[in-house]
């Protein structure tokens, strides 16, 4: 955790602040939490996470706004999982899976090899479900109507790609890369080049240049700084956590519900779908 209490931030003035981003939230569903919550009136944050994954999120407020593109240009670190053998549309857990195919004949001499192809500066086509613009429009809104559309691939360094752990449908992964990179594409990639295909199940972001998600703060740690409302305001309602489907989550929000619904039930496999335990639970 941070040296500098949260106490002693001047937001209004400006500040880099780490936040540790939960499961299902957007990064604008974060910002907005914490705009609200301190009542920040210039807030920023300095690259994007998906809904599905966790860890580092920078938000960056008042004058230090001007730091965000410095901020996000910087290299990045995550670890997680990828899942061999089965292929989803957006390449992680927002979409079910559509293709199932072998892959308990991979050895792990085949693994490194494909690997070392996605290592270094390669070309990436940046996933359909993601916030690329096409012709003005965001991808994933093309993709959540069932259409399809075209995304030019673009040049990105795979600084580091290294697999902690096989455990074959699964394989954990580390990978430093440059801005810009997607790891569900990485993913799709590393299927391809094993000709199983495979998806993201889990994705944390461990680092942005310099700043790590060990020294960020929890949501609930900006909720408690929440200034007092004046004396004799109406409190206002509380809104709940954002719902998974408000970030296109239908398909991930069902099956969890199915799990709840459920629970006595034993699937001797590791279930996917399961929500990967938060940075701080790891």
């Not at 499961?23 to 604008?28: V, Y």
């Not at 199932?100 to 792990?108: D, I, Q």
């Not at 709940?240 to 989550?249: D, K, Y």
Request: proline share 8%; charged share 25%.
């Amino acid at each position: 955790m941070s040296t500098k209490s949260l106490a002693d931030f001047d937001f209004e003035a400006g500040e880099v602040l780490l936040l540790d981003k939960p499961l299902t939230w957007t990064s604008f569903d974060v910002v907005r939490k914490v705009k609200n919550a301190l009542r920040i009136r210039k807030i920023g944050h300095a690259g994007t996470l998906d809904p599905l994954a966790t860890g580092l999120l920078i938000l960056c407020t008042g004058k230090k706004t001007k730091q965000i593109d410095q901020i996000q240009a910087q290299e990045k670190e995550y670890t997680g999982t990828f899942r061999l053998g089965e292929t989803t549309p957006s390449f992680d857990l927002e979409t079910a899976v559509d293709l199932v195919r072998p892959y308990a004949h991979l050895t792990t001499e085949q693994l490194t090899a494909a690997v070392g192809q996605l290592t270094g500066t390669i070309q990436q086509t940046p996933p359909l479900f993601s916030a690329v613009k096409i012709e003005g429009q965001r991808a994933y809104e093309i993709a959540r109507q069932g259409l399809a559309a075209e995304i030019k691939a673009k040049t990105v360094e795979i600084k580091a790609f290294e697999l902690t752990r096989i455990a074959l449908p699964e394989v954990d992964f580390r990978i430093v890369c440059s801005k810009g990179t997607y790891i569900r594409s990485l993913a799709r990639d590393l299927g391809e080049a094993l000709g199983c295909g495979a998806h993201l199940t889990q994705l944390v972001r461990t680092r942005i240049g310099e700043f790590r998600v060990a020294d960020a703060f929890s949501l609930a740690a900006i909720e408690a700084l929440r200034p007092p409302r004046p004396e004799g305001a109406a409190p206002r309602p509380e809104r709940s956590r954002p719902a998974p489907n408000r970030a296109g989550l239908q398909y991930y929000a069902a099956r969890q519900a199915d799990t709840l619904a459920a629970p006595h039930q034993q699937d001797p496999r590791p279930d996917p779908m399961a929500p990967p335990p938060g940075p701080g639970d790891q």
